[in-house]
């Protein structure tokens, strides 16, 4: 069965990813010589069947059941994005450039925002800091069942935006990272009330470029701009074509937003930074869609 126009430009995005990744695994080793840790865990190897599976049984069934098979088929996609990103990671992680949390925090302080006080305030009162940690942890879970949600709403080009997306906004954030590092608040203000896995996010870098082996997955790796607040939009589009569940949607994903500045994960700066890349993302998914489906209308 020949791949859709629609599934080999996907598959050609997440070559580019590859071979991106590749070219900053080649220049580091030529010339900079850091060693960091897999963004591609051992424990994540199933990714890969599990795109496999879907990609199968999609093109098996693509006579029989068209949008099982078009379902199954940008499941396989999502689930060998989440790989490709993995190795991506592990790339850019190696980044040569300067951190630029001081920027970030200028900013900050020049928009009156001052994350320590904040972070004090906010830990002052137990009960808030624990669903603002409830709600920010639940952004993983959001990520594996959204396309779930759009494929059950049966809208194609929901569905397959969302993908680009989630693909386009995810390449582009990489770079960024790469050419403009950050490691968060943590590694810039003194604050007892700082978590200890918010403060590994700046040790990972500090041993990566120290040449110290980095043993840990904990403590993510971006600040700027802010995935959370990136990947809270994309869900929010996942569900829109259901009112109700939208609605609760968009309410968990406010606190999720505001809770990566609450809880010191992230620079109030990466939250407008996040929601530009998620929209961007979706503005060139939008792009993308029209241009193959009218590509594919004889």
Known sequence: MIPSREDRWLAGWLLAALLTAAVLFVVNAAFFHYTGISYFPRECWWLAFVALDFAI????????????SFVAISLSFYALTAAVMGVLTTAIQLTPFARIDPALARW?????????SVLH???????????????????????????????????RRRLRIFLYAVVYSSFAGS????????????????????????RLTHLKFEQVHNFIPVKTLLGGL????????????????????????????VLLN?????????????????????????????????????????????
């Open 57 to 68: 049984f999609g093109y098996w069934v693509r006579d029989r059941a068209p949008y099982a």
């Open 254 to 298: 406010a606190v999720v937003i505001a809770s990566t500045a609450l809880l010191g994960w992230h620079y109030l700066v990466d939250l407008p930074a996040g929601i530009l890349l998620a929209l961007a993302g979706l503005w060139a998914g939008e792009l993308t869609h029209r241009r193959l489906s009218r590509a594919c209308v004889p």
């Open 175 to 198: 770079l960024i990272y790469y050419f403009f590092p950050s490691s968060g608040p943590a590694g810039i203000f003194r604050s007892p009330d700082f978590l200890a896995v918010q």
């Open 108 to 116: 900050d302080a020049r928009l009156g925002w001052d994350t320590v």
């Open 222 to 249: 971006i600040a700027f701009p802010s995935f959370h607040v990136a990947w809270s939009v994309l869900v929010m589009y996942a569900a829109s074509p259901r009112p109700r569940l939208f609605a609760a949607i």
């Open 121 to 155: 305030w906010v830990a002052a009162r137990p009960a808030l800091r624990k669903f603002l940690n409830l709600c920010y942890n639940s952004t993983e879970l959001q990520l594996v069942l959204a396309p779930f949600v759009a494929a059950l709403a049966h809208d």
